[in-house]
């Protein structure tokens, strides 16, 4: 069954850098997306950046293109989420999640992940 656990949430100041880990197993299949997505309080989830485990093709909002970066270990069955400069607006939960069932190219449309992790929060603060 496939499963997804983050971690490397905690507190930085702002211009600070993190980064977040996202360790999947269980996948049927070779190739799948794995995303991750940032939901502020009060907000809905919203995707940041996402992957391929083939191929390593990626996608990024518009509003982290400069700041983040997505990477994969195949090896080590982890994707990480480089984030650097950060800003009070990056606060919130980061989950990562998995388009596997019909794959096609990285994007950041939630309701086509169709597995998520439990999240990892995040707290961008002075």
């Known amino acids: 069954q496939p499963q997804l656990a983050e971690s490397g949430g905690g507190l930085v100041q702002p211009g600070g850098s993190l980064t977040l880990s996202c360790r999947y197993s269980?996948?049927?299949?070779?190739?799948?997306?794995i995303g991750w997505f940032h939901q502020a309080p009060g907000k809905e989830r919203e995707g940041v950046s996402a992957?391929?485990?083939?191929?390593?093709?990626?996608k990024y909002a518009d509003a982290v293109k400069d700041r983040f970066t997505i990477s994969i270990d195949n090896a080590k069955n982890t994707v990480y989420l480089r984030m650097t400069n950060l800003e009070p607006e990056d606060t919130g939960i980061y989950y990562c999640?998995?388009?596997?069932?019909?794959?096609?190219?990285?994007?950041?449309?939630?309701?086509?992940?169709?597995?998520w992790g439990q999240g990892t929060q995040v707290t961008v603060s002075s």
């Open positions: 269980g996948f049927p299949v070779n190739y799948y997306i």
């Open positions: 999640g998995a388009d596997y069932l019909t794959p096609y190219s990285p994007q950041l449309r939630r309701e086509r992940y169709d597995v």
């Open positions: 992957i391929s485990t083939e191929r390593n093709r990626t």
